[in-house]
Protein backbone atom coordinates (compact mmCIF):
# COMPACT_ATOMS: atom_id res chain seq x y z
CA UNK A 1 0.00 0.00 0.00
CA UNK A 2 1.48 3.81 -0.81
CA UNK A 3 0.65 5.50 2.18
CA UNK A 4 0.61 9.27 2.49
CA UNK A 5 0.42 10.58 6.10
CA UNK A 6 0.43 14.43 7.06
CA UNK A 7 2.51 14.42 10.01
CA UNK A 8 4.84 11.46 10.34
CA UNK A 9 7.58 12.16 12.19
CA UNK A 10 5.97 12.98 16.16
CA UNK A 11 4.47 10.35 18.19
CA UNK A 12 0.92 9.48 16.90
CA UNK A 13 2.12 9.86 13.09
CA UNK A 14 5.72 8.33 14.08
CA UNK A 15 4.27 5.36 15.35
CA UNK A 16 2.09 4.78 12.41
CA UNK A 17 4.88 5.41 9.58
CA UNK A 18 7.18 3.04 11.61
CA UNK A 19 4.75 0.30 11.70
CA UNK A 20 3.54 0.88 8.21
CA UNK A 21 7.20 0.28 7.16
CA UNK A 22 7.31 -2.65 8.89
CA UNK A 23 4.32 -3.99 7.31
CA UNK A 24 5.65 -3.53 4.10
CA UNK A 25 4.02 -0.38 3.10
CA UNK A 26 5.57 2.58 0.38
CA UNK A 27 5.39 5.09 3.07
CA UNK A 28 5.35 9.03 2.32
CA UNK A 29 5.35 11.70 5.38
CA UNK A 30 4.51 14.98 4.31
CA UNK A 31 6.08 17.33 7.16
CA UNK A 32 7.63 20.51 8.04
CA UNK A 33 10.98 19.54 9.07
CA UNK A 34 11.58 20.52 12.52
CA UNK A 35 10.61 18.26 14.18
CA UNK A 36 12.56 14.73 14.25
CA UNK A 37 13.23 15.44 10.88
CA UNK A 38 15.72 12.40 10.93
CA UNK A 39 13.15 9.82 11.47
CA UNK A 40 11.95 7.03 9.92
CA UNK A 41 14.38 7.18 6.96
CA UNK A 42 13.25 4.77 5.01
CA UNK A 43 10.11 6.93 4.09
CA UNK A 44 9.80 9.62 1.35
CA UNK A 45 9.50 13.00 3.34
CA UNK A 46 8.29 15.91 1.39
CA UNK A 47 9.07 19.02 3.52
CA UNK A 48 6.00 21.54 3.39
CA UNK A 49 3.84 23.29 5.57
CA UNK A 50 0.19 21.84 5.13
CA UNK A 51 -1.53 25.51 5.20
CA UNK A 52 0.83 26.85 2.27
CA UNK A 53 2.58 24.25 0.68
CA UNK A 54 -0.14 21.40 -0.37
CA UNK A 55 0.87 21.88 -4.02
CA UNK A 56 3.86 19.99 -3.34
CA UNK A 57 1.72 17.05 -2.92
CA UNK A 58 0.76 17.56 -7.14
CA UNK A 59 2.00 14.69 -9.14
CA UNK A 60 1.95 11.86 -6.12
CA UNK A 61 -0.54 9.23 -5.71
CA UNK A 62 -1.24 7.09 -2.74
CA UNK A 63 -3.92 3.99 -1.72
CA UNK A 64 -4.34 5.82 1.61
CA UNK A 65 -3.92 9.22 3.76
CA UNK A 66 -3.73 9.41 7.28
CA UNK A 67 -4.35 13.05 8.08
CA UNK A 68 -3.00 13.33 12.09
CA UNK A 69 -2.77 17.08 12.32
CA UNK A 70 -6.14 18.55 10.74
CA UNK A 71 -7.53 21.14 14.21
CA UNK A 72 -9.81 23.04 11.58
CA UNK A 73 -11.48 22.20 8.80
CA UNK A 74 -10.18 24.26 6.23
CA UNK A 75 -7.36 22.11 6.80
CA UNK A 76 -9.59 19.31 5.83
CA UNK A 77 -10.74 20.70 2.90
CA UNK A 78 -7.82 22.37 1.52
CA UNK A 79 -6.14 18.85 1.57
CA UNK A 80 -8.82 16.90 0.21
CA UNK A 81 -9.33 19.82 -2.66
CA UNK A 82 -4.83 19.21 -3.08
CA UNK A 83 -5.22 15.44 -3.70
CA UNK A 84 -8.23 14.93 -5.32
CA UNK A 85 -8.73 11.02 -5.77
CA UNK A 86 -5.06 10.87 -5.60
CA UNK A 87 -5.14 10.48 -1.72
CA UNK A 88 -7.09 6.77 -1.91
CA UNK A 89 -8.79 5.91 1.49
CA UNK A 90 -9.24 8.03 4.23
CA UNK A 91 -8.30 7.67 7.41
CA UNK A 92 -9.13 11.48 10.10
CA UNK A 93 -7.37 11.13 13.40
CA UNK A 94 -9.97 13.29 15.88
CA UNK A 95 -10.90 12.60 19.24
CA UNK A 96 -13.16 12.06 22.27
CA UNK A 97 -13.04 15.28 22.94
CA UNK A 98 -15.66 16.08 20.50
CA UNK A 99 -18.82 15.03 22.85
CA UNK A 100 -20.93 17.58 24.48
CA UNK A 101 -20.58 18.28 27.93
CA UNK A 102 -21.77 16.68 30.72
CA UNK A 103 -21.16 13.39 28.65
CA UNK A 104 -23.05 10.53 30.42
CA UNK A 105 -20.66 7.26 31.32
CA UNK A 106 -19.68 4.55 28.73
CA UNK A 107 -20.93 6.80 25.64
CA UNK A 108 -21.19 5.64 22.15
CA UNK A 109 -19.55 6.87 18.76
CA UNK A 110 -23.63 8.15 18.13
CA UNK A 111 -23.47 10.45 21.46
CA UNK A 112 -24.30 14.21 21.09
CA UNK A 113 -21.76 16.06 19.93
CA UNK A 114 -19.90 19.08 21.31
CA UNK A 115 -20.34 23.29 19.20
CA UNK A 116 -18.98 25.84 18.87
CA UNK A 117 -20.61 29.74 19.52
CA UNK A 118 -18.23 30.84 16.90
CA UNK A 119 -17.58 28.09 13.86
CA UNK A 120 -15.90 30.30 11.78
CA UNK A 121 -12.97 30.48 14.66
CA UNK A 122 -9.51 29.27 13.51
CA UNK A 123 -8.05 29.87 17.61
CA UNK A 124 -7.50 26.29 18.74
CA UNK A 125 -8.09 26.53 22.52
CA UNK A 126 -9.10 24.26 25.29
CA UNK A 127 -12.57 25.43 24.77
CA UNK A 128 -12.83 24.79 20.86
CA UNK A 129 -10.50 22.00 20.70
CA UNK A 130 -13.51 19.70 20.56
CA UNK A 131 -15.57 21.74 18.52
CA UNK A 132 -13.49 22.64 16.12
CA UNK A 133 -12.49 18.30 15.60
CA UNK A 134 -16.34 17.91 15.33
CA UNK A 135 -16.03 20.07 12.38
CA UNK A 136 -13.15 18.59 10.96
CA UNK A 137 -15.07 15.41 10.99
CA UNK A 138 -17.91 17.01 9.21
CA UNK A 139 -15.65 18.10 6.22
CA UNK A 140 -14.23 14.69 6.42
CA UNK A 141 -18.08 13.02 5.65
CA UNK A 142 -18.55 15.79 3.19
CA UNK A 143 -15.34 15.13 0.99
CA UNK A 144 -15.35 11.13 1.41
CA UNK A 145 -17.66 8.93 1.19
CA UNK A 146 -15.44 6.08 3.05
CA UNK A 147 -13.63 7.50 5.59
CA UNK A 148 -12.05 5.94 8.72
CA UNK A 149 -12.71 8.67 11.41
CA UNK A 150 -11.00 7.79 14.78
CA UNK A 151 -11.65 9.16 18.11
CA UNK A 152 -8.88 8.29 20.32
CA UNK A 153 -8.63 9.33 24.36
CA UNK A 154 -5.08 9.97 25.79
CA UNK A 155 -2.73 8.84 23.84
CA UNK A 156 0.47 7.24 25.84
CA UNK A 157 3.26 5.31 24.97
CA UNK A 158 6.91 5.98 23.81
CA UNK A 159 7.80 9.25 21.99
CA UNK A 160 4.82 11.19 24.15
CA UNK A 161 5.97 14.93 23.61
CA UNK A 162 3.29 15.71 25.86
CA UNK A 163 4.25 13.80 29.16
CA UNK A 164 0.91 13.77 30.23
CA UNK A 165 0.74 10.01 30.94
CA UNK A 166 4.89 9.68 31.58
CA UNK A 167 5.33 11.90 34.34
CA UNK A 168 3.24 9.35 36.18
CA UNK A 169 5.75 6.55 34.93
CA UNK A 170 8.32 8.36 35.64
CA UNK A 171 7.57 9.24 39.38
CA UNK A 172 5.99 6.30 40.69
CA UNK A 173 8.86 4.43 39.09
CA UNK A 174 11.31 6.68 41.63
CA UNK A 175 9.02 5.44 44.52
CA UNK A 176 8.53 7.37 47.37
CA UNK A 177 5.32 9.01 48.88
CA UNK A 178 3.67 10.38 45.46
CA UNK A 179 1.17 13.15 45.33
CA UNK A 180 -2.10 12.81 43.44
CA UNK A 181 -5.42 14.41 43.21
CA UNK A 182 -8.19 12.06 44.95
CA UNK A 183 -10.38 11.94 42.09
CA UNK A 184 -12.90 9.33 43.46
CA UNK A 185 -14.12 7.39 41.03
CA UNK A 186 -13.09 10.18 38.09
CA UNK A 187 -13.24 7.55 35.11
CA UNK A 188 -10.19 8.12 32.00
CA UNK A 189 -8.77 5.66 29.54
CA UNK A 190 -5.72 5.79 27.61
CA UNK A 191 -4.36 3.96 24.31
CA UNK A 192 -0.81 2.85 23.45
CA UNK A 193 0.15 4.90 20.02
CA UNK A 194 1.60 1.64 18.93
CA UNK A 195 -1.46 -0.45 19.27
CA UNK A 196 -3.45 2.34 17.83
CA UNK A 197 -1.11 2.88 14.97
CA UNK A 198 -1.72 -1.08 14.24
CA UNK A 199 -5.39 -1.09 13.91
CA UNK A 200 -5.62 1.74 11.95
CA UNK A 201 -3.40 0.28 9.14
CA UNK A 202 -5.05 -2.78 9.43
CA UNK A 203 -8.89 -0.81 8.88
CA UNK A 204 -7.06 0.88 5.89
CA UNK A 205 -5.70 -2.75 4.49
CA UNK A 206 -9.16 -4.21 4.63
CA UNK A 207 -10.98 -0.74 3.20
CA UNK A 208 -12.80 -0.46 6.67
CA UNK A 209 -14.56 2.66 7.26
CA UNK A 210 -16.75 4.07 9.70
CA UNK A 211 -15.73 6.22 12.83
CA UNK A 212 -14.67 4.37 15.93
CA UNK A 213 -13.21 4.62 19.49
CA UNK A 214 -9.56 3.44 20.23
CA UNK A 215 -9.74 3.75 23.72
CA UNK A 216 -9.03 1.16 26.55
CA UNK A 217 -9.34 -0.17 29.45
CA UNK A 218 -12.88 -0.33 28.82
CA UNK A 219 -15.48 1.32 31.41
CA UNK A 220 -15.42 1.84 34.07
CA UNK A 221 -11.75 2.23 34.37
CA UNK A 222 -10.48 5.06 37.56
CA UNK A 223 -7.88 7.58 38.03
CA UNK A 224 -6.89 5.79 40.84
CA UNK A 225 -6.89 2.69 39.27
CA UNK A 226 -5.06 3.82 36.74
CA UNK A 227 -2.16 5.27 38.87
CA UNK A 228 -2.45 1.63 40.74
CA UNK A 229 -1.82 -0.23 37.68
CA UNK A 230 1.53 1.90 36.95
CA UNK A 231 2.19 1.30 40.83
CA UNK A 232 1.74 -2.53 40.08
CA UNK A 233 4.03 -1.97 36.66
CA UNK A 234 7.07 -0.12 38.00
CA UNK A 235 6.83 1.31 41.56
CA UNK A 236 9.36 0.25 44.10
CA UNK A 237 8.33 -1.32 47.43
CA UNK A 238 8.37 2.09 49.14
CA UNK A 239 5.84 3.93 47.10
CA UNK A 240 2.87 5.21 48.29
CA UNK A 241 0.20 7.13 46.82
CA UNK A 242 -0.65 9.98 48.51
CA UNK A 243 -4.43 11.12 47.58
CA UNK A 244 -4.91 14.92 48.33
CA UNK A 245 -8.07 16.67 47.12
CA UNK A 246 -8.60 18.55 44.22
CA UNK A 247 -9.87 21.63 46.73
CA UNK A 248 -6.76 22.08 48.99
CA UNK A 249 -4.31 21.69 45.25
CA UNK A 250 -6.10 24.43 43.40
CA UNK A 251 -5.71 26.27 47.14
CA UNK A 252 -1.55 25.64 46.89
CA UNK A 253 -1.54 26.69 43.52
CA UNK A 254 -1.21 22.97 41.71
CA UNK A 255 -1.90 23.04 37.77
CA UNK A 256 -2.38 20.18 35.46
CA UNK A 257 0.98 21.22 34.13
CA UNK A 258 1.93 20.17 37.78
CA UNK A 259 0.34 17.11 38.30
CA UNK A 260 -1.18 15.69 34.68
CA UNK A 261 -4.55 13.97 33.24
CA UNK A 262 -5.99 16.42 36.17
CA UNK A 263 -8.13 18.94 35.33
CA UNK A 264 -7.91 21.69 38.45
CA UNK A 265 -11.08 22.54 40.24
CA UNK A 266 -12.40 21.81 43.45
CA UNK A 267 -15.11 19.65 42.71
CA UNK A 268 -13.64 17.07 40.37
CA UNK A 269 -16.57 15.77 37.77
CA UNK A 270 -17.14 11.68 36.66
CA UNK A 271 -14.86 12.60 33.91
CA UNK A 272 -14.85 10.87 30.61
CA UNK A 273 -15.51 6.48 29.25
CA UNK A 274 -16.14 5.82 25.73
CA UNK A 275 -17.24 2.34 24.73
CA UNK A 276 -14.48 0.90 22.35
CA UNK A 277 -17.08 -1.92 21.56
CA UNK A 278 -17.78 -0.93 17.96
CA UNK A 279 -13.55 -0.69 16.98
CA UNK A 280 -13.32 -4.09 18.73
CA UNK A 281 -16.15 -5.48 16.62
CA UNK A 282 -13.21 -4.81 13.97
CA UNK A 283 -10.40 -5.97 15.35
CA UNK A 284 -9.19 -3.28 17.68
CA UNK A 285 -6.59 -5.17 20.38
CA UNK A 286 -4.69 -3.49 23.45
CA UNK A 287 -1.55 -4.57 25.37
CA UNK A 288 -2.08 -4.91 28.70
CA UNK A 289 -1.51 -1.59 30.56
CA UNK A 290 1.24 -2.87 32.53
CA UNK A 291 3.05 -3.33 29.91
CA UNK A 292 2.54 -0.01 27.89
CA UNK A 293 3.87 1.53 31.41
CA UNK A 294 6.74 -1.16 31.46
CA UNK A 295 7.85 -0.39 27.98
CA UNK A 296 6.94 3.33 28.11
CA UNK A 297 9.93 3.33 31.49
CA UNK A 298 12.47 1.35 29.56
CA UNK A 299 11.55 3.86 26.05
CA UNK A 300 12.54 7.07 28.72
CA UNK A 301 15.32 5.82 30.41
CA UNK A 302 17.28 4.93 27.45
CA UNK A 303 15.83 7.41 25.08
CA UNK A 304 14.10 10.69 26.86
CA UNK A 305 11.52 11.95 25.04
CA UNK A 306 12.03 15.99 25.31
CA UNK A 307 9.40 17.46 27.13
CA UNK A 308 8.60 20.91 25.63
CA UNK A 309 6.09 22.05 27.78
CA UNK A 310 7.78 21.32 31.01
CA UNK A 311 5.10 18.94 32.23
CA UNK A 312 5.33 18.23 35.79
CA UNK A 313 6.30 19.46 38.76
CA UNK A 314 9.52 19.27 40.22
CA UNK A 315 10.53 17.56 43.78
CA UNK A 316 11.27 20.52 45.54
CA UNK A 317 7.73 21.74 44.74
CA UNK A 318 5.99 18.38 45.37
CA UNK A 319 7.10 18.63 48.82
CA UNK A 320 6.42 21.67 49.67
CA UNK A 321 2.93 20.61 48.93
CA UNK A 322 3.28 17.63 50.91
CA UNK A 323 4.38 19.37 53.58
CA UNK A 324 1.45 21.49 53.60
CA UNK A 325 -0.99 18.37 52.98
CA UNK A 326 0.82 16.45 56.27
CA UNK A 327 0.41 20.06 58.29
CA UNK A 328 -3.16 20.98 57.61
Known sequence: MRLLIMGGTQFVGLHIAEIAIERGHDVTVFHRGRTNADAVPQAQHII???????????????????????????????LADAL???????????????????????????????????????????????????????AVADRYSDALVIRPTYVVGPYDYTHRFTYWVNRIADGGRVVAPDLGE????????????????????????????????????????MLQTIVDAVGPADTEIVPVPPAFLVEQGVGNADLPLWYPSPEADAGLSCDPGRAVAHGFATRPLVQTVRETLAHERSTPTPNPDGTGWSREREAEVLKAWDAR
Open 48 to 78: GDRNTDLGLLADHQWDATVDVNAYVPRQVNE
Open 84 to 138: GARGGRHAFISTVSVYAEPAPPAINEDAELASLDDPTTEDVTGETYGGLKVLCER
Open 186 to 225: YQIQVIDARDQARWILEMLERGDAGTFHTVSPPPPFSYAQ
